[in-house]
């Protein structure tokens, strides 16, 4: 046990000397490259899948079935899976009438000639409906469309080949 302590700390006088680094300066290789940690490139496919619902269905607002179909189906395509799909038209299906609603309100009581034959309602009703078949079949025909499957990988179309005799298995290393 040390006699006489210098600090108000006895954990740092008995620590020790402090270790000493030396740095070398050297000049970064070219081919480094440095990655931001900040940048996220990786979108997320439900908020994505459920803004192509939206905005494609209030881009064709004037067709209550088609814009809920067409909508569905890219947004269910965009999905790639049956129930993201589903929450994607689930969301959409309330947020687009509601918006609508609202663009009514606060527009002039003339405006709303626009729904005259059918009312609000049965404009609600049609393009729920057309949405939901639209994502169901944009969610199931994504496979078809592409390679891609959850779980295996993309398949190639060459055949696999043997390699030489005389080739050497890999590359010497240094």
Request: without cysteine; positive net charge.
């Amino acid at each position: 046990m040390p006699e006489h302590i210098m600090t108000q700390d006895p954990e740092k006088a008995l620590a020790g000397p402090k270790p000493r680094y030396e740095y070398v300066r050297r000049e970064i290789p070219a081919d480094l490259t440095f990655k931001p940690d900040s940048i996220n490139p990786v979108h997320n496919r439900f908020i994505v899948s459920t803004l192509v619902m939206a905005l494609t269905s209030l881009a064709l607002f004037f067709a209550p079935m088609f814009n809920g179909l067409l909508a569905g189906a890219f947004g269910g395509f965009h999905a790639r899976r049956m129930p993201r799909a589903l929450a994607a038209a689930a969301l959409s299906a309330v947020a687009v009438p509601t918006t609508l609603a609202f663009l009514l309100f606060i527009g002039t009581a003339t405006q709303s000639h626009l729904f005259y034959g059918l009312g609000f309602w049965g404009y609600t009703a049609l393009y729920v409906i057309g949405l939901f078949i639209g994502a169901v079949t944009g969610a199931i025909s994504h496979p078809f469309w592409t390679t891609y499957r959850v779980g295996t990988p993309a398949s190639v179309s060459a055949p696999r080949t043997r390699a030489p005799d005389a080739a050497p298995p890999s590359r010497p290393a240094r």
